[in-house]
């Protein structure tokens, strides 16, 4: 009778036990801005997401009303400039969501083009409320917590809720604190977005993740930059290695590439930074992958599905029928964007820069070729065999497309004529002997090749 009753009260202290323990594929730790974009867009791509908002010392919650969300002083209002011409996905939301939220008052900034007035009080509603409307998202506010540690595949924090300890056992944790104190709490080494960006001879732009334009604060005194960045200052890419954690696998970071008196300021960036580590977040739990085995162009597509930015390209938005072929043509290399100087124009940065496609201009033979070849190993036969001129023409590209799909010239010939108007779209008459412009370049190439699909690794560089 003893040895039943001793066996019944071990069933019950380990169910117990069980019932502590809560579940989930990913775990954000920190309601920063960029935290609260993260666990949207993990729990939108369709995986089990919590988020916590840690306690402090004297148990007021220190989430997203008090997480670098804005820097100006309750019932004050400061100007969002910088990246608001840019309508990456989370970031457009929150945005149309504050022009609405402020339509009706005086003096409201409500054209599409004119700097964001925000305030202390109503951008937190609107992030909550975004939050509430997304399924397979569960919050914890008010809760502390304190050991992270790593058991096979799974990580597992214990927090404080309510007086209970509970233990949450999740495949990624991001951490989206100021300050980065969970990753540092084990030993992780995360870096400062500066320190990644725009670096001459980089191919890190393939695996961007988010885009802004207005460098980073600690940037923009810097006159030694080297003129030959790319994308060029003072737009920049968020590289994927950059969000990744050092020293541990599926640890994540958002704040953590931001210096406490620029974090405040960007609230564009830290929402698209946090759209992108969600994405990555959710596809390492969806396919049961860690950080070391990375599919960049999946993840990138992820983020395009829901009108997430690779490039900041700001004069080809997503309403534009061409908008992700700009995009993936753009990540691969083989046609880059170009900073344009307009001061004084509204419609661009404060400084008057801005990097675009410049769709309607041509394409040059010397500006594709390096990446051509680069990305198809016959390409450099082809260009043997072709007499080319400065101008790449229509007629030269057919001829590309034709000879890599082995098609019949004469039956891509008449398909392409076809479709010209009807499905492409384009404006131009289809002639075979006129210069090509981006646009049709771009989608021409991404529809019939597909550069996109050539995989890369963290620095950029193609795999074979």
């Keep these: 009778m003893i040895k039943k009753l001793v066996v019944l009260l071990l069933l019950f202290w380990c169910s117990s036990l069980y019932a502590q323990t809560i579940r989930t594929d990913v775990l ?3 309601g920063s ?4 974009a993260a666990a949207i867009q993990s729990a939108r791509s369709k995986v089990k997401t919590i988020l916590i908002e840690q306690a402090t010392l004297s148990g007021q919650d220190s989430g997203y009303l008090k997480s670098g969300f804005v820097t100006v002083s309750p019932g004050g209002v400061g100007t969002l400039e910088n990246g608001r011409n ?3 996905g989370i970031w457009d939301e929150f945005r149309k969501r504050f022009r609405k939220y402020h339509k009706d008052e005086k003096n409201s900034d409500t054209p599409s083009n004119s700097p964001l007035n925000y305030d202390s009080w109503s951008g937190p509603e609107i992030l909550q409320k975004m939050a509430d409307t997304v399924k397979n998202l569960t919050m914890y506010r008010n809760v502390t917590f304190s050991a992270l540690k790593r058991t096979n595949y799974l990580w597992n924090i214990s927090i404080i809720k309510e007086g209970k300890i509970r233990v949450i056992s999740a ?3 991001i951490d989206a604190t100021s300050g980065s104190v969970v990753a540092l709490s084990i030993g992780a080494i995360c870096q400062r977005l500066d320190s990644v960006l725009n670096k001459a001879d980089s191919k890190l732009y393939r695996t961007s993740i988010a885009m802004g334009d207005g460098l980073p604060w600690e940037r923009y005194n810097d006159i030694t930059a080297p003129a030959d960045n790319y994308p060029p200052f003072t737009t920049f890419c968020v590289p994927m290695k950059a969000v990744i954690a050092k020293g541990a696998d599926n640890l994540l970071v958002t704040e953590a590439l931001f210096s406490p008196p620029e974090s405040s300021h960007s609230l564009p960036r830290q929402l698209s930074i946090g759209q992108g580590v969600g994405a990555v977040a959710a596809y390492c739990a969806f396919f049961k992958k860690t950080t070391k085995n990375l599919n960049i162009r999946l993840i990138q597509i992820e983020i ?3 009108k997430g930015y690779l490039m900041p390209i700001s004069d080809i938005t997503p309403k534009d029928a061409d908008w992700r072929d700009v995009q993936q043509i753009c990540a691969t290399g083989l046609i880059k964007g170009v900073l344009n100087f307009t001061p004084n124009d509204p419609d661009t940065s404060p ?3 801005e990097f675009i496609f410049k769709p309607d201009s041509i394409v040059t033979t010397a500006e594709i070729k390096p990446v051509l070849t680069e990305i198809y190993s016959r390409a450099f036969l082809w260009f043997e065999k072709e007499k080319l001129g400065e101008k790449f023409t229509v007629g030269n590209t057919l001829s590309l ?6 098609t019949d010239p004469l039956v891509l010939h008449a398909r392409i004529k076809i479709d010209w108007k009807t499905r492409y779209q384009f404006k131009n008459d289809f002639d075979m002997n006129r210069p090509i412009t981006r646009r049709e370049f771009a989608v ?3 529809r019939y090749l597909n550069p996109f699909a050539r995989t890369v690794d963290l620095n950029g560089n193609l795999v074979n």
């Design 28 to 30: 954000v730790i920190g």
């Design 33 to 36: 801005p960029s935290g609260v």
């Design 86 to 88: 840019l309508y990456s």
């Design 171 to 173: 495949r990624v944790v």
């Design 304 to 306: 395009m599905n829901y």
């Design 351 to 353: 400084n008057g820069e």
């Design 401 to 406: 497309i034709s000879d890599y799909t082995l």
């Design 444 to 446: 021409l190439i991404n």
